[in-house]
């Protein structure tokens, strides 16, 4: 009988130590840093008058809605766009399924493309590649319990800010 309480009661502590407070919310991981190789980097509008899915065309080359000639950014600007596209609380919110982006950023590499963000406002989300782990980060969530992987509100108010710092034209 002895043996069986003393069972019991090691069984008691061992799942009570595996149970975590539910009240507490979950501490997101720092994701990974998103890196992509480059040694330029251009802002682009586009799509003012059409609707793209994509600011690159099949065979990589600009498609025609790009408004050119684009504003080449610095290297301080670059830095600034992946640490907003990098960091947990640009998402949160539910996204939209348009994707018709308006903004875009694309990063060369010996003149070749070698990565890109694009950032549609009217569905709340990005296409990138590489990915931002933040981001994907939400997405993985998002399959399993409800659709945070858009934009934040704080998110939305970084992104077109940064984009008029750049000279892109930014609807509100």
Do not use: W
């Not at 799509?47 to 899915?53: C, N, Q």
């Not at 000639?69 to 949160?92: F, V």
């Not at 018709?100 to 296409?127: D, M, T, W």
């Not at 934009?151 to 609807?171: A, D, N, R, T």
């Amino acid at each position: 009988m002895r043996n069986l309480l003393l069972t019991l009661a090691i069984c008691i502590v061992a799942a009570a130590e595996g149970q975590t407070d539910s009240t507490q919310p979950e501490v997101m991981p720092e994701p990974p840093p998103f890196h992509v190789e480059y040694d330029s980097a251009v802002a682009y509008n586009l799509g003012l008058r059409s609707t793209p899915r994509s600011i690159l065309n099949k065979d990589s080359t600009l498609h025609k809605s790009t408004v050119l000639p684009g504003h080449r950014i610095n290297e301080k600007q670059i830095i600034r766009i992946i640490d907003i596209l990098n960091d947990n609380s640009t998402y949160g919110d539910e996204p939209y399924a348009c994707f018709e982006p308006k903004h875009a950023v694309v990063f060369y590499h010996k003149g070749r493309i070698s990565g890109l963000i694009q950032v549609c406002f009217g569905c709340n989300n990005l296409v990138s590649t590489p990915e931002f782990p933040a981001m994907k980060y939400h997405y993985r969530k998002a399959k399993m319990e409800y659709l945070n992987y858009g934009f934040s509100k704080k998110g939305v108010k970084k992104l077109k800010k940064y984009f008029e710092s750049v000279g892109l034209k930014v609807s509100s």
